[in-house]
C-alpha cells in the first residue's frame, strides 16, 4: 500500500531545474525520517537526500550535494526536494521513502538500504 504521494517528475535539459513533492499521513510525517531515493536503468537503489521528523538533521549524497535542496512544509505535511543544475547522470525514477531516522546511512546504495514506506516513483529526465 502506497503511503507516500511524490509528483513533479519531468524532463529537462541539463542545466535545468525541477522540483519534486511528497506528501505523508500526518502519523509518518511527524514520527519518521522522510527523504528521496532513487534509481537509475541498470544501477542500484541509492539515497539521495533525507530530513528528520523535526527538520534538525538533513543529509544529501555526495552526488547532488550543493545542487539539491530538501525542504519541508509542517502544514501541508510536504517536502520538497529542489533539483538545480540537473545532469544527464540525476536521470532515473525518484522515489519518496520514509523510515525512523534520517542519518547519513540513507545514502548508501543497495537492496539493504531498506525503508518502511514508499510513495510510487517518479521519472525524472535530464538530456539534451
Known amino acids: 500500500e502506497v503511503q507516500l504521494q511524490a509528483s513533479g517528475g519531468g524532463s529537462v535539459q541539463p542545466g535545468g ?3 519534486l513533492s511528497c ?27 533525507c530530513t528528520s521528523n523535526t ?35 540525476d536521470t532515473a525514477v525518484y522515489y519518496c521513502a520514509s523510515r525512523v531516522f534520517c542519518t547519513r546511512l540513507w545514502m548508501r546504495t543497495g537492496p539493504t538500504n531498506e525503508f518502511d514506506y514508499w510513495g510510487q516513483g517518479t521519472q525524472v529526465t535530464v538530456s539534451s
Open 17 to 19: 531545474s525541477l522540483t
Open 23 to 49: 506528501t505523508a499521513p500526518a502519523s509518518i510525517f511527524d514520527e519518521y525520517g522522510i527523504g528521496w531515493v532513487r534509481q537509475a536503468p541498470g544501477k542500484e537503489r541509492e539515497g539521495v537526500s
Open 55 to 89: 527538520g534538525g538533521s538533513i543529509y544529501y549524497s555526495d552526488s547532488v550535494k550543493g545542487r539539491f535542496t530538501i525542504s519541508r512544509d509542517n502544514a501541508k505535511n510536504t517536502i520538497y526536494l529542489q533539483m538545480n543544475n540537473l545532469k544527464p547522470d
